[in-house]
T-cell receptor, first 114, second 111 residues
């Protein structure tokens, strides 16, 4: 089945130690998104790629970076994680060939910062 | 600006009860409307959608109708099950490739 895959599902990192989360998709969608979700809150968009064009949200901290080497893969890099960065990180995709703009989400990576 | 307002939770129901979760939106133009469901520890799953006024989205017994006149997209289910316990997010999306989410409503269904 076509899907959005996130690895790992659980990630533990130390305060200040760089960490990378990965996302891959078999949907061949041209838009990929990274969201941060904290407990009991709606997902918060960090940035998205339309093909190779990177679009950062105005309030996304510089500590968060992203790479999209090809259509299928997208990475979230947290350069110096703080305790406040502990959250669920969700990857999503969307095809701009559709008219309804729905997004398809992966299962998420739960990040713990110790 | 664009926004989505949905019923604050938590909502607690008994099995086989009727469910309504209210959702209203403000947006430029006529966005697509969505309900997403999130089970504990999982990502968001698209539950249903509607792309134009008077469309009814439906899936797994859930329904929602796109009401342009009241800018609403209320989620309903006639008989909830324990397995429907989850967080439900109303959202709208348009040509800027982004979704605007409501704050989410936690539903707990007791046997």
């Amino acid at each position: 089945d076509a899907m959005v895959i996130q690895n790992p599902r659980y990630q533990v990192t130390q305060f200040g130690k760089p960490v990378t989360l990965s996302c891959s998709q078999t949907l061949n969608h041209n838009v990929m998104y990274w969201y941060q979700q904290k407990s009991s809150q709606a997902p918060k968009l960090l940035f998205h790629y339309y093909d190779k064009d990177f679009n950062n949200e105005a309030d996304t901290p510089d500590n968060f970076q992203s790479r999209r080497p090809n259509t299928s893969f997208c990475f979230l890099d947290i350069r110096s994680p703080g305790l406040g960065d502990a959250a669920m990180y969700l990857c999503a995709t969307s095809s701009m060939d559709r008219t309804s703009y729905e997004q398809y989400f992966g299962p998420g990576t739960r990040l713990t910062v110790t | 600006g664009d926004s989505v307002t949905q019923m604050e939770g938590p909502v607690t129901l008994s099995e086989e009860a009727f469910l309504t979760i209210n959702c209203t939106y403000t947006a430029t133009g006529y966005p697509s409307l969505f309900w997403y469901v999130q089970y504990p520890g999982e990502g968001l799953q698209l539950l249903l959608k509607a792309t134009k006024a008077d469309d009814k989205g439906s899936n797994k017994g859930f329904e929602a109708t796109y009401r342009k006149e009241t800018t609403s997209f209320h989620l309903e289910k006639g008989s909830v099950q324990v397995s429907d316990s989850a967080v439900y997010f109303c959202a709208h999306g348009g040509s800027n490739y982004k979704l605007t989410f409501g704050k989410g409503t936690l539903l707990t269904v007791n046997p």
